[in-house]
């Protein structure tokens, strides 16, 4: 059969490649220049940088055996993380279970509380209970009203700015339950991936292997409609804006937008689908990156558990992969995830670095302006959908109700925090569920 895909990015090339392993025909359209989506990556000093850090756990083990199939395993490398926490006015260490017990800022029974809880989410593997509750509510209860405001609650605010104290403790759950299978044992520091050249190396392994199958990819070529016949998806408008539509027929179609973009595309859905795509709330992420002539701090990870400072959390990839790759300059995120009404979104990239500059030094009381080389600001829209309480009752299925049209974006991934594995994880199912439901199975 013949399938049409809405996206390039980690869920659609993952869908056409599985598509294409079961002999069968895609053609993948992207709106954008460039592969990769929500990863996609960027040139710095020589090298490639994904536009919003990326890494691997080890639990993200479909990503990990894609990588394997198509040839790349050597490419990645399992790198110890250094793993920060910023409070008073100091950078504290926050790699392993051991760090947890000497932090000082809290006494020696919340240490004690929070280790004894931490121990508790590694070991829970019946994630339901923790459906209908804030992880607020649950972490207060549990662990203490200081523990969470020292570290649960910056880690939340990190993900989900303003909307911190609506998460359901089922994402937390998610988040705690799989870094752990980041270490070989519990008390081992964690170690992450990364594929050294980018994660563009991986999109572009998929581009290439999709074509040697027989099928396409079509960059700068966004889907304008989904044409509907006698009930059932017939195919794809395609095109750049401004330029008449080019029609593709296919027996099925996969758009791995994000919900609000979907229902543009297509015609009116029944209420009770359409309530569940528009009933999503997505965050953007907002993203400075400083290209330095030295590094900024000595961890690869940095929570900022301080309000006074605008943005939540530090990412310096040098301090994670060698600078050589970035032809010897050291690089530095500067994120936030804001919702599109908050000035950080708003802001133009010249206001933004202005507004962080001066907090720099509270990290590094050297820090001058003057080591910045290159400055480079990105917006990533509809990055991280709101995982709220009783979220699983509110996702859309993959089958929507027009035949033939399926939907996998990365607000069906739960109780998981969405990730590149998932998107690949969810990718090669929905390509097995349209092949089933045409007799293909
Ligand atoms: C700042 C940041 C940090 C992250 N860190 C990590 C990490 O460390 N590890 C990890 O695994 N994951 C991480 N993620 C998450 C990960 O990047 C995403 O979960 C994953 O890339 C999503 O892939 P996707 O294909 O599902 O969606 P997307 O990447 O969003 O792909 C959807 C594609 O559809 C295209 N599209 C939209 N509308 C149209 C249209 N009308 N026509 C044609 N094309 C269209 C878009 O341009 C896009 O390319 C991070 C994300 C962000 C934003």
Redesign the pocket.
Known sequence: MKVGI???????LSAAYELGLRGHETHV????SFL?????TFDVGGGRLER?????FRS?TD?VDLIDELGLSPKLHWIESKVGLFHGDRIWNFASPKDLLTFKPLGLLDRFRLGLVTLYLQKTKNWRKFEGVTARDWVEKRAGKRPYEVIWEPMLRGKFGKHYDEVSMAWLWGKIFLRVASRERLWEREKLGYPIGSFAEIFEALDRRIREMGSGVSLS????RVVVEEGRAAGLEVGPPGAPPELHRFDAVIA???SF?FTR?VPKLPQSYLDKLTGVTYLA?V?AILVLDRPLTAKYWLNIADRTIPFVGVIEQTNFVDPSLYGGNHVVYL?NYPAAADPIYRMSPEELLEEYLPHLLRLNPEFNRSWIREYHHHK?D???PIIGVNYGQRIPDNRTPIPGLYLA??TQIYPED??????VR??RQVARMVLEDHGHG
């Open positions: 809405i996206g390039a990015g980690a869920l659609g359209f992207e709106r954008d990769g989506g929500q990863a996609s919003g850090y990326h890494h691997l993200d990503m070529t966004g889907v304008k791995t937008t994000p973009v595309l992420a993203l994120t990533v509809a990055a991280q974006n990365t969405r990730g590149t594995n998932y998107s969810l990718g």
